[in-house]
């Protein structure tokens, strides 16, 4: 089954706009993370932000954040003050304690387009 | 301080060969994890391996098979190779095993192309 959904293939935003990318997760763990991470046509992911399941507050990285819903199990990224260097892909994953080897699964990605 | 590195950068192998790639991680950390991205989709674990042991294994065929060197660098061999294993290979290190928060740094990758 689907851990990460992205409904999201692709976004236009304008440049200096804020952009939201939605995540839904599935996970019957309660103590799970989630993290966002970039990856440019370079083919690095890049880490963005974590939001630990028990974490009280919205987790917040410079320009990202992250809004967390934990009732919805939806952790969507919020974008402010889009660049152009943020024309990328952008992945959602998750990482369930419960398994041994600590992997992360990954959503099927959103593509993020930024224009001047 | 060098991030992760991947070789090579790109490949192109044919159906039935046999393949090697290779990940050095971050200076310090003692775990590397493998993950296959088939275009369009998004990252799929293949391996961890975390002071020289396999710690985790996805659901990929035994054609698939890693080592991790006292140096902390790792190989993925891929063996009989399918058209169907074209796929950009990135390898994440972590400091220790990855859990809670620790972050995974990934590589750029190498991209294999089968014909």
């Known amino acids: 089954a689907q851990k990460i959904t992205q409904t999201q293939p692709g976004m236009f935003v304008q440049e200096k706009e804020a952009v939201t990318l939605d995540c839904t997760y599935d996970?019957?763990?309660?103590?799970?993370?989630l993290f966002w991470y970039k990856q440019p046509s370079s083919g690095e992911m890049i880490f963005l932000i974590y939001?630990?399941?028990?974490?009280?507050q919205n987790a917040t990285e410079g320009r990202y954040s992250l809004n967390f819903q934990k009732a919805r199990k939806s952790a969507n990224l919020v974008i402010s003050a889009s660049q152009l260097g943020d024309s990328a892909m952008y992945f959602c994953?998750?990482?369930?304690?419960?398994?041994?080897?600590?992997?992360?699964?990954f959503g099927a990605g959103t593509t993020v387009t930024v224009r001047a | 301080d060098a991030g992760v590195t991947q070789s090579p950068t790109h490949l192109i192998k044919t159906r039935g060969q046999q393949v090697t790639l290779r990940c050095s991680p971050i200076?310090?950390?003692?775990?590397v994890s493998w993950y296959q991205q088939v275009l369009g989709q998004g990252p799929q674990f293949i391996f961890q391996?975390?002071?020289?042991?396999?710690?985790g294994r996805g659901n990929f065929p035994d054609r698939f098979s890693a080592r991790q060197f006292p140096n902390y660098s790792s190989e993925l061999n891929v063996n009989a190779l399918l058209l169907g294993d074209s796929a950009l290979y990135l390898c994440?290190?972590?400091?220790?095993?990855?859990?809670?928060?620790?972050?995974?740094?990934f590589g750029s990758g190498t991209q294999l192309s089968v014909l």
């Open positions: 994440a290190s972590s400091l220790v095993r990855g859990a809670g928060n620790e972050k995974l740094f």
């Open positions: 996970t019957s763990d309660p103590s799970y993370g």
């Open positions: 939001q630990g399941s028990y974490d009280q």
């Open positions: 994953a998750m990482r369930e304690p419960g398994s041994n080897d600590y992997k992360l699964s």
């Open positions: 200076s310090g950390h003692k775990s």
């Open positions: 391996y975390y002071e020289k042991e396999e710690r």
